[in-house]
């Protein structure tokens, strides 16, 4: 289920909180509109920090006419205020493999479900 939180400073953009069934948690998808009638999608993982970054960076490019409409989706944690806040959890999302020094590693596969599957459709 989508919930919607408290609007974000970032000019057209959103944020939510998703379920993601194949993580077994709940993510935050950051939504960012740089442009009508999106042409491209980029996705941008460990968003609580990034985010922002890659909307600003697409619509400077935007300017000079580099870029089509593009929607920026992030994904990032509810929990996190900032990229800091994501060390550990990231870990579990963006390893394909368990690792034994790194506990909770080796859950890209689900991540990558999720986003497949339940995101992006």
């Known amino acids: 289920m989508l919930a919607m939180n408290p609007p974000m400073?970032?000019?057209?953009?959103?944020?939510?909180?998703?379920w993601a069934e194949a993580v077994g948690e709940?993510?935050?998808?950051?939504?960012?509109?740089?442009?009508?009638q999106p042409r491209a999608t980029l996705m941008v993982t460990d968003a609580n920090g990034l985010f922002g970054l890659a909307v600003d960076t697409v619509r400077m490019m935007?300017?000079?006419?580099l870029l089509p409409s593009v929607l920026v989706v992030g994904i990032g944690y509810p929990?996190?205020?900032?990229l800091a806040d994501?060390?550990?959890i990231?870990?579990?999302?963006?390893?394909?493999?368990?690792?034994?020094?790194?506990?909770g590693s080796g859950g890209a596969p689900g991540f990558l479900d999720f986003m497949r599957?339940?995101?992006l459709p």
């Open 9 to 18: 400073s970032l000019g057209d953009a959103e944020v939510h909180d998703l």
């Open 26 to 36: 709940r993510l935050r998808i950051f939504v960012g509109h740089c442009g009508d």
């Open 62 to 65: 935007q300017l000079p006419a």
């Open 79 to 82: 929990a996190a205020a900032a």
């Open 86 to 88: 994501t060390v550990t």
């Open 90 to 103: 990231r870990a579990r999302d963006l390893t394909p493999t368990p690792v034994a020094r790194v506990p």
């Open 117 to 119: 599957n339940q995101l």
